[in-house]
């Protein structure tokens, strides 16, 4: 997808890879940019950047739909949507319903909601482009995370799906699967030590994983991978995933 004219939602906007991405995406002259986020701050964010910002959380289902069909109402339609909010939970068998709850609200459902009100919206204008961020946790797992590493896995296949069902219909989707970002939600965990074995393919900026973003959507690939070791990653597990499963225990026990 060309980026040249289009109207384009972000959310999770108000920092890390949304900012990040609404920043890079003005670089492409789009008609439009509107960041929506849960945190106040995203107005101001908008505004700094001449583009319009709205409070919303993404997992109430009537707010979400009622600004969608706003911007729509207002732009005539919405060509990219990237869903890119989400948040991150720590723990195993510990983590509480409640966290559950949240952690799946937020990186499954609020997709599903968005999908609701856009996929019907870009299979009438035969065109429209879906974008998920997933993380690469979606791909492969992350030990210590359990509810994070399950709904990015769910994320992964609700993409899957709506390529399925509507890629034919001239709805386009796209997973953007990092590794770790320097994000307020990698730099607020123990994770950033050199020693822990998610360091060793590096720590990217925002800006490198919306420059990797937009490369990907202008060749629409499915799984848009700014760490290329994941592709590797992935392959591996395919071929072998007893194997990989021994060694990702290794990794844990270090």
Known sequence: MNLKNKNIVITGGADGIGNALAKRFLNESPNSVHLIDINPNVIQVAELMGINGYVVDVSDPDNLKLTLNNIINQFDKIDLFCSNAGIQEF????????????????NVMSHIYAARVLIPHM???????????????????MPGAMSYATT?????????????????????????????????MVTSTGVLDEN?????????????????????LNKEDFLILPHPQVLQYIQGKAHDYDGWLANIRKLVKK
């Open 91 to 106: 723990g195993t068998l510990s983590t509480t319903d409640e966290a559950w709850h949240k952690t799946w609200q937020v």
């Open 196 to 216: 822990h074995p998610l360091m060793r393919d590096g720590l990217l900026s925002p800006n490198q994983v919306a420059d990797d973003t937009v490369r990907g």
């Open 123 to 141: 299979v009438d204008n035969k065109d429209g482009y879906f974008l998920i961020t997933v993380s690469a946790a979606g791909l492969l797992n």
């Open 152 to 184: 990015k896995h769910a994320a992964l296949g609700l993409a899957e799906n709506l390529s399925i069902m509507y890629g034919g219909k001239g709805v386009k989707v796209s997973v953007l699967c990092p590794q770790l970002v320097e994000t307020d």
